[in-house]
Nanobody
Framework: QVQLVESGGGLVQPGGSLRLSCAAS??????MAWYRQAPGKQRELVAT???????NYADSVKGRFTISRDNAKSTVYLQMNRLKSEDTAVYYC??????WGQGTQVTVSS
């Protein structure tokens, strides 16, 4: 049974940092991704990473967010720096363009 469990969300001030984690179990995944959904908006792709470590980012987070993975731990990370209020959203992990985690809330506010 495939399971994706996100953690690391919370409340942070503008300019601060958070690191999200997504622990995967039940299969070996190649492509991993982070999405986010803000209130009243559609879910959007934030970052992707292949099994070989090739990454891609949405323009809105380039230079601030970094996606990485530890294949030995079956875990993917999203390091978020210089956070802005517009980064406030529920962040979701996705595996192989098919499976979703339950999401973790990130709130950027003073």
């Amino acid at each position: 049974q495939v399971q994706l469990v996100e953690s690391g969300g919370g409340l942070v001030q503008p300019g601060g940092s958070l690191r999200l984690s997504c622990a995967a179990s039940g299969s070996i995944f190649s492509a991993m991704a982070w999405y986010r959904q803000a209130p009243g908006k559609q879910r959007e792709l934030v970052a992707t990473i292949t099994s070989g470590g090739v990454t891609n980012y949405a323009d809105s987070v380039k230079g601030r967010f970094t996606i990485s993975r530890d294949n030995a731990k079956s875990t993917v990370y999203l390091q978020m720096n210089r956070l802005k209020s517009e980064d406030t959203a529920v962040y979701y992990c996705r595996a192989d363009w098919a499976f979703w985690g339950q999401g973790t809330q990130v709130t950027v506010s003073s």
